[in-house]
Structure formats: structure tokens, C-alpha cells
């Protein structure tokens, strides 16, 4: 029996034993592995702005649920653990998709495989800007609710193209978009 390595997102996968049935004289098509041609999108191409699993947009924003999420080298439990994050709420940028597994970044960058019983659907950001105001309508100036500092994790509301409502601390206000990190510039929320 031969042995095949494949691999998924830069991850090795497990070796597979040749079917004895299979017919060893297929030529492989150059960039594909032999389970690339597997699609649930059997009428057409996969579009690769959508999950392959969720079908939802990618990449898409998303929040830590508790206080404690690993993020693994690969999308299962015998990958080793990268980093740890230790924010409940924290935002995160879904970007890969396999099984019960979302590949995500931080705001940084950092991240790794992540299970999905782990992330929340309820956005959130975090104000990029030190003492940042929250006012009272999307306008420069319109009076100050409150301040939020750099760091801390806000709830997302509505966003308009450029300013989105953010609540934290029993207080609301608007912000602009280049002041926090987990929403896309041209995201409108309602």
C-alpha cells in the first residue's frame, strides 16, 4: 500500500493508504490534492469570499464567547496551542474555515485554529485610540458622552460609512471607524 501526505492550509493531515480499488494511472491534476476536487458546491465554483463550511462572508468578525479561547497550530485537538487569548468579547477576523474549526486573527495578527463553540456572533471592537470620545451623533462636533481607552472592548452597533455607535461601561456614543478595530471601513451595520 502506498502512502499519501496532503496538506490543508499549511497544515500536514494525516497519512492515507491507497485504496485498493483506485486507479493508480490517474494522472494528478498540478495544485490539487486528491480530496481538493470534494465540494459541496457540486453546480459550480466555490465562491472564495464564503466559508466552505458556513457559507458565510470571508473573512467576517467575530467575538471570543468566555474568557479563554486556545488558538492551535491546526484545525483540531492534537495541534499544539499557539497563543491564548484571555478577553471575553475580544473581537476577532475569521479568515479559514474546516469542520467545527475557524482560523482567526487579532487585531495583530496573532491567531490560529479556534473551535467554533468558543467564538460568539455578537460584534464588539477595541478603541484603537487613547481617551477617545464617544459622542453623541456620528459628527466631529457633537457633544461628548464619554471617553474609552485604548484597549478596552466595546459593543458594535450600527455603523454608516464612517462612524459606528459602540456602548461599554454602561455608556454609549459614536466613534469613527479609524478608531477601533473590528469592523471593515466600508461595513454598514443597522
Known amino acids: 500500500m ?3 501526505l496532503g496538506t490543508w492550509f499549511g497544515v500536514a493531515a494525516p497519512a492515507q493508504t491507497t485504496n485498493p480499488g483506485e486507479n493508480l494511472d490517474a494522472k494528478p491534476v498540478p495544485g490539487l490534492s486528491a480530496d481538493a476536487t470534494i465540494s459541496r458546491h457540486q453546480d459550480g465554483e466555490r465562491d472564495p ?6 457559507n458565510l462572508p470571508l473573512p467576517r468578525y467575530v467575538s471570543l464567547k468566555g474568557s479563554e479561547g486556545n488558538a492551535r497550530r491546526g484545525p483540531s ?11 471575553a468579547g475580544m473581537p476577532l477576523r475569521v479568515v479559514a474555515e474546516f469542520g467545527h474549526w475557524r482560523r482567526v486573527e487579532d487585531q495583530d495578527g496573532a491567531g490560529g485554529w479556534v473551535h467554533y463553540s468558543l467564538l460568539s456572533g455578537v460584534r464588539t471592537a477595541i478603541v484603537t485610540k487613547d481617551m477617545l470620545d464617544l459622542l453623541a451623533r456620528p ?21 454608516n460609512p464612517d462612524w459606528c455607535r459602540v456602548s461599554g461601561g454602561g ?14 471601513a466600508g461595513e454598514i451595520r443597522d
Open 2 to 4: 502506498a502512502l499519501a
Open 49 to 54: 469570499h464564503r466559508g466552505s463550511v458556513t
Open 77 to 87: 485537538l492534537s495541534h499544539r496551542i499557539d497563543w491564548v487569548f484571555r478577553h
Open 139 to 159: 459628527e466631529p462636533r457633537a457633544d461628548v458622552m464619554a471617553r474609552a481607552e485604548a484597549g478596552a472592548i466595546v459593543r458594535l452597533h450600527e455603523c
Open 171 to 184: 455608556e454609549k456614543g459614536w466613534v469613527p471607524k479609524t478608531a477601533i478595530w473590528g469592523v471593515d
